[in-house]
């Protein structure tokens, strides 16, 4: 998801510039009081291209904060966020991690969306010994010391919706066209998608594997081909589109006489935060599989859903209480309960009692009481698998039961590794 | 027989518990009726499955409904009288310090009030549960596509009950088929009743399904006759007449293949001239680099979504037509502001392009980040009218989406539209002359400023129509113009700055060129392949197809 422009790369230096400003007029000299609010940093693209999806983490980051003090704070000292705006730009995003753990001296960080992004800060948190909260499903094959995973790995979203569709239930789909958008997620979401269904005995022709680039608009051809491919029933799609594809795709898709009962669309990258900016009628009935959907029915989810649209329309947020939540902000804002409970239960901001405070660590999320890993960084979610409906919603078709462990690497692409950090030093080989 | 019969007995027993309604409202359902509902409040999981094909059999609109909620998990049992009953729950809510929820009766939902949720026990949907629901539904449900008056409905389900080939379906479809008014809409029909055959008939049935299936161009029926003609079993008439259909469809494929990439050839043209259109006459006949050409699209695509939303506040009952008023209203609005650029800056820097080029980036930005602060900068959504969603099928296995037909015509009447007013008025005749020679025209008496705003204005306007017209390809957002700002470069500048032809021709070569390698090499490397290829082209022809010849053409 990172786009080169040349208006966010000057965008970007100009804010560069007025930070270094700043910090050079007024130098950073004392350390925090005791007593005074604690920082926490939050990383999310307020401009460029990720602001679209982004925004929403910061505003739901920013409402957990002011829930947290407005209760008393944590440890009895007021949070204090340090929002900054690395513009969609990866070189950005390291700069602005460095200025936040060594300049402002942030207890933690909520951030990133795109993987580009993330690995971009990775050695920044490394090296410093930072702590990230990341709340974003991803392509997994990561282990990182100093990264909580809030959203899914490839078999708490990718597996389970591919499964879906070939079970009895879901259609007993045969045949997949694996689409994405062409960066890593994608094609590191096929990979393992692609060893899944030959592990599950779908041959090598019923696989279809194409990928767009970003901004791609034109997908004639690729219908045309899905719409050959179709022919003769049982195919479906996965698609890893990335947001703003997603309309002209399935608009296309529609208008060249597919439909979702003959070919549904399982997508991997669209919630309701993106549905909020597009025009439905082409997507009803394809599906989505997420660890989140605003639909839930929990109690705890129905006050998150009314707290959101209340701090929207009391903050002036544009989109007021028409906002949605969806599964990355659902993931950003128990990040910063988890980090609070973590915190308590340390008894200190000190990054590393911290991080070993959060493993086990349980939270009653909206979608449920989900469960920090105990040892891997990751999260356990339920999984769920939703129907788009006209308005932008999801119809839950089926959860699973309970909680999905969280596999960092795949066991169908990295059966041989794992990831551990009480018994390991991150990621390890499994002994044969 | 025994389904049949089942069928029957509880159709007697439907028509005839109506009747028996009347008397006492809380008339007892048939005795098999009653016996399955009471096996779904049980344990026994085989009986519970059992229950609910007693319950889809009926075909009973009523009792699949209460199938429906079965499967949603809102069907509870409560205790009466020291008898089971079975409720469907609705709406919940909390009185006092108490869950209610609505109850309604099972077969015909007349109301029962509300009771506390702790009076009753959910009937529990488990995954073999809604299994055997889900057939009972999913045929109901294809029923009703088969009636639906949407002709693409009607066609989609026909495809579903073509690639299921249940023998079951035959008398539904031969049904459907008899009433089906819509040609392709039987045609689809057609088609499933000949892959039903195929897959369960007799072997001249066969035969004869193979034949129609051929005749017919079937695509999806590729997979069954391959088998078939693979098949040992089957007679050597089979074998042959399998053969012959995968031959003639396959003709027939290859044949769609090539009208469906030409048409995509066409349509990419049809946007990249449109995108182009505008920036060519500013660019080409003024020489002005305009970087905000892209935003201007973007301000058509926000005007047609404000006009859309008058449309959808004020008179919802005409909303289809918004579409038309927004087409000028797009122009308009892009071409007041390009009017405004133009007075307002530009007019003091012609001559300077590399000014113009920073000026008209600023303007950009402040465009769009305008648009960001004014709509937000989420994606905002127009809504495509109905007469541009679908598709119109010209050959089986060819649909050509309306939205694609409506903007190749556009793109067709702008262009005629252009050249007629550059060429057959006065106002044109003026534009030339500035074009040719400003200094020279302005002596003759030509108010060269005037020329100059309103040829600005209306390649703007132009833009802001290829934006109205984007907003049913793609998204609007407020970055909407970077995306479309390079390719519009690239046709004018292969095309030949200064001639209108060129952009025509660049635009048409590099829509075919793409579509033509974009199956091949797939969509990544061919967006590669014809940038590549335009950097030699530029190599060989610096000026473009049609370089500007003559004194005024730049040294």
Redesign the interface.
Known sequence: MVEY?R?GFIKGGLAAGAVLGAGLGFPHVLPAQDKGPIKIGVLHSL?G?M??SE?SLRDVVLMAVEEINAKGGVLGRKIQPVVVDPASNWDLFAEKAKQLLLQEKVAVVFGCWTSVSRKSVLPVFENNNGLLFYPVQYEGEECSRNVFYTGATPNQQLIPGAEYLMS??GGGYKKFYLLGT?YVFPRTANKILRAFLRAKGVPADNIAE????F????Y???V??I??FA????ACVLSTING?SN??FY??F????L?S??APIMAYSVAE?EL???????LVGHLAAWNYFQSVETANNKKFVQAFKAYAKKANL??GDKRVTDDPMEAAYFGVYIWKQAVEKAKSFEVDAVRKAVYGQTFAAPSGTIKMHEYNHHTYRPVLIGEILKDGQFKIVTRTKGLVEPEPWSKYTSPDKGCDWVKQKGTYQKKA | MRPRFLVLLSLVAWLAAPAAGHATPAAAPPPDIARALAALAGEDADKREAAVAVLGRTRDPKWLRFLAALREGSVYSRTRGGKTEIVVGGSKSTRGDQDVIEIAAAYDRAPLGAVPLAALKEVPADRRLRLAVKPFLDADETRAQLADPDPAVRRGAAVKLGNQAEAGAVAMVEEALFKEPDRWARHALAEALALIRLAHGAPDVRVGAARALGELHSASAVPALQRLAADAAASPAEREAAVLAIRRIERWGLLTAAVETGFQGASLASILLLMALGLAIVFGLMGVINMAHGELMALGAYATFVVQNWFRAAWPAWFDAYFLVALPVSFLVAGAVGLGLERGVIRFLYGRPLETLLLTWGASLIIQQGLRLWFGAANVDVSAPAWLSGGVPVMAGLTLPYNRVFIIALAAVSVAATYWLLFRTSAGLRIRAVTQNRAMSACLGVRAGVVDATTFAFGAGLAGLAGCALTQIGNVGPSLGQNYIVDSFMVVVTGGVGKLAGTILAAAGLGGLTKGIEPALGAVFGKVAILVGVILFLQRRPAGLFAARGRNAEA
Do not use: C, F, L, W
Not at chain 1, 210 to 213: D, F, G, I, R
Not at chain 1, 254 to 257: E, L, S
């Open positions: 422009s208006r401009s291209t602001a679209i925004v009895k239930e062409d194409e990928y767009t680039p901004n791609h608009q034109d004639q051809t690729i045309g081909k719409k050959r022919s003769g029933g049982g703003d309309v002209p608009k296309e529609g208008n060249q006489g439909r009962e003959n935060d909020r900016g597009m025009d439905t009628s082409a544009p989109g």
